[in-house]
Structure formats: C-alpha cells, structure tokens
C-alpha cells in the first residue's frame, strides 16, 4: 500500500524555485493578472482608487508625477510577471514578483467586492472564499520556499 | 503563527514604535511653510501601514522584513499593532524615502500613507 503523496505547489530545488501548479491555478493567476492590468487602466474604478489611492495625508493631492511612478512601477511588476506564467522553473527574484503579483491580485479582487472590513470579508460566498484560499495557498507556498518554513526562519 | 488574513488576529499586540526614525535636520530651513514643493526637510514624515482584512499575516510581516530590514519579531509587533488600530507607524525619516517605502509596499497590495510626523 502507498501512501498518498502531497506535492506542494513551490519548492526550492538546486535549479531555482519549482513550481507544480495544476493548469487551473496557473489560468486562474494569469487570468486575474490580465484583469488587474485591465483594472489599472481605469484610475477612477475601485481597483484604481485602492491601488493608486492618495499617499501623502499632508498633501491636497497627490504629486502626479508620484501617481505616474506608481501606475508605472505597477506595470513593471506585472511587466516582469506575465512572462513567467506556466513556467515550471523561476529564480528567486521571478518568485518574489509573483508574491508582489499575488499581493496585488488579491487587494484588486477585494477592491471590485467592496471588501473593506473583516465583516465584508467573512461574508465573502464560497467562491470568492475558494479564489482566496487559492491565493493564500500559493502565496504561503512561495514564502516558504523562498525563506524557508517559519520556524527556520 | 497562524496563518490568517491581517484582518483576523485577535491576539492583543505589543506595544512598539517604528524603529527607524532618522534625525531631523538644523531647524529653521522650510519651517513654517505651507508649500509642498520646498520639500520641508526638516520635517519628518511617518510611514503608516493600513490594515486589511484580507493581506496574510505572515506576508505582511515578511514584506515590512523585505522593506525596511526589521527582525521578525518587530515586523510581527508592527503588523499587529496595524491591525488592532487600523494603522501603525512603520518608518519615520525623509519624505522621498517614505514615498519610496510607500511604493514598495504598494507593490505587494500593501495599504500605506505617509504623512508629516
């Protein structure tokens, strides 16, 4: 009899970081990639106004060449990203953009539901719940096999 | 530590401050002024992180790491304290540099502001 093996979805190998992704996750990542740059392009819509919204308090607006910065290192992010969706292999620094990729996706797709307080979030329907879950999983993943498990970090 | 969304934490955090301040300049340049564009640079601005109900906690703290440098346990008391008060302090220093941390931040999802301390 043998025991059933858990693959996890990131892990450090003498090559770089290995990816074992089910098809539907790497379509579901790349897929919410392109939504988010779909999303950046409207600064007035809840993606634009939670990822770009105003940085300094103390100003009446924001500096627009800072906005500008903003929107284009955003870009550059996802830039970097997007070619790297279905590839088995990244480096650490490729790794590390997908948690940035992942952090945003994440705070895009809370954006378009309204989620802003922890009530908004337990109330979340079990699909969104299950996109979340995914995201997590793959983010967790991705630290550890970056940084190691907690507690050898 | 758990992993839960930032948001999700009920465990009471500890009392901390931002760990890096840098020194304030000579008073006396750019005191007194309204105008954003004279750069104030002896005034110094705070980088505050927001909370959010759905970043993970472990993330959060590993990103404050990855950004400024601090040891876990000040990254955990930092992200912590966001979460039981909406927002932390996380850097003090010179503007360019907190809009800078701002950003850095940003790239992850992070919710963060700066503003004059």
New interface residues.
């Given amino acids: 009899m043998r025991r059933r093996s858990r693959r996890t979805l990131a892990r450090r190998t003498a090559a770089g970081i290995e990816l074992a992704l089910p098809d539907w996750v790497t379509e579901l990542v790349r897929s919410s990639l392109d939504e988010l740059r779909r999303d950046l392009v409207l600064p007035g819509g809840p993606v634009g106004r939670r990822l770009l919204a105003q940085l300094d308090e103390s100003a009446p607006s924001d500096d627009p060449v800072v906005t500008l910065m903003r929107q284009h290192t955003l870009d550059e992010t996802l830039d970097a990203i997007e070619p790297t969706i279905g590839r088995q292999l990244l480096t650490d620094d490729e790794a590390e953009g997908w948690l940035e990729v992942l952090g945003l996706v994440l705070t895009a797709r809370m954006a378009q539901l309204g989620v802003r307080t922890e009530v908004d979030r337990w109330a979340l329907n079990r699909s969104d719940e299950a996109y979340l879950q995914v995201v997590y999983a793959l983010q967790v993943a991705l630290m550890h096999a970056l940084d190691g498990p907690p507690a050898s970090r | 530590?758990a992993?839960l969304?930032m948001?999700?934490v009920t465990a009471p955090a500890a009392a901390v401050t931002a760990p890096v301040v840098e020194p304030r300049a000579a008073p006396g340049t750019g005191a007194g002024t309204d105008d954003?564009d004279t750069h104030e640079p002896d005034v110094p601005?705070d980088v505050?992180l927001w909370n959010?109900?759905?970043?993970?906690m472990?993330?959060v703290v590993?990103?404050l790491s990855k950004v400024f440098g601090y040891d876990?346990a000040t990254a955990q008391a930092l992200m912590l304290r966001a979460h039981r008060e909406g927002k932390a302090v996380v850097w003090s220093g010179e503007r360019e540099r907190a809009?800078s941390y701002?950003?850095r931040l940003?790239?992850?999802?992070?919710?963060?502001?700066?503003?004059?301390s």
């Fill in positions: 530590m992993l969304p948001g999700a954003q601005y505050f959010d109900p759905v970043t993970l472990d993330m590993r990103v876990g809009t701002c950003m940003g790239r992850y999802g992070l919710q963060s502001t700066v503003a004059k």
